[in-house]
């Protein structure tokens, strides 16, 4: 599946980084269905920023750079030669430094604790005081379009017996992450009013999740190889900047935050409509307006022990997932844990992912003046391991 083109206009222009014609990586902006290189025909006092290729010097050089930057690029429509996307090779546009991901939605996560904790409440005490997350492998983030091996790993089964072998449980979390441009101190933690200050933009997340592999090795450490093996990120960086008319408040919330993590007077909650489709079929819709913890809270509970950010850290929301059966951001969730199978139109069965299925994450956002802006895609299909 492509993105809509009508989404990707002059109030939108995502960033990212392409094999261009001439054989070398350059830094490209989005413009429909073609892109414009920076790396070309950026004028001569920001050209530097974009000379390697990749995004890495602008990430680096902070806001006042990225508003002019993201100001002079119309300019260059009328005079700079597009190149039509079909003709491009998109990598990754940024060097991932650190990865961290959040488990953000208060509707996952009691879903997963009721598939998994029946007896108990669904949510853990802790989880409405604080963003709940784990650090990732930054090396295995992978650009969109990337074949995903279905990885092996220690399971045990429902006799106890443990085995090693492929994953059978090979799942999906629809997410979406937050691209970090200015560093920080260490020591210095980022308040939620300085997030627009350090986070460049956001991206849709696949961040693929071996279940079985997951349920044995968890306890008590957290996610580790269940997850470590690939997560897949657009190949296009949406701005901040093209999400202003996106913002809202959070959800309400029945337990009072730390002073640290009060949004009030800072709202960072996002209107984006995701949309998960398995082998090109729609299965979910998946709202971030519904998520409990903003991006906001998420830097600033990821910061508050004084770990300092770097250029390219890349940190995501968790499954996004909504109160109804259809706006499950996982196959764990849209199964309920395998107990009830989605019937395709093909009438193919799934619970979880089998070898050959793609999953295509696709999303909008409100735009200026009442129109609607797109997220760059993120796809990803399943080889044997």
Known sequence: MTDDVDLFGVDNLPYGSAIWP??????????GASALSLTADAPPDVAELFADGSLDPLLAAGRPTWTEVRALVPSLLDRAELVPLIDLQ????F???DYVDFYASEHHASNVGRLFRPDEAPL???WKHLPVGYHGR????LVSGTTIRRPNGQTRGADGAVTFGPSRRLDIEAELGFVVGAGSQLGSPVAVADFAEHVFGVCLVNDWSARDIQAWEYVPLGPFLGKSFATSVSAWITPLDALTAARLPAPSRDVPVLPYLDDSAHPWGLDIAVEV??????ISRP????MYWTPAQMLAHLTVNGASLRPGDLFASGTISGPAPDERGSLLELSWGGAEPLTLDDGAIRTFLQDGDEIVLTAT???VGGTRIGLGDVSGRISPS
């Not at 930054?138 to 983030?141: I, K, R």
């Open 90 to 93: 998109l990598v990754l546009p």
């Open 287 to 290: 709202p971030f307006a519904s």
């Open 124 to 126: 853990k005490p802790n």
């Open 22 to 31: 001439d054989g070398r990586r350059h830094a490209v902006v989005r413009v």
């Open 95 to 97: 060097t991932v430094a």
């Open 277 to 282: 489709r398995l082998n090109g079929q729609l």
């Open 138 to 141: 930054a090396g295995t983030v």
């Open 365 to 367: 956002a409100p735009g």
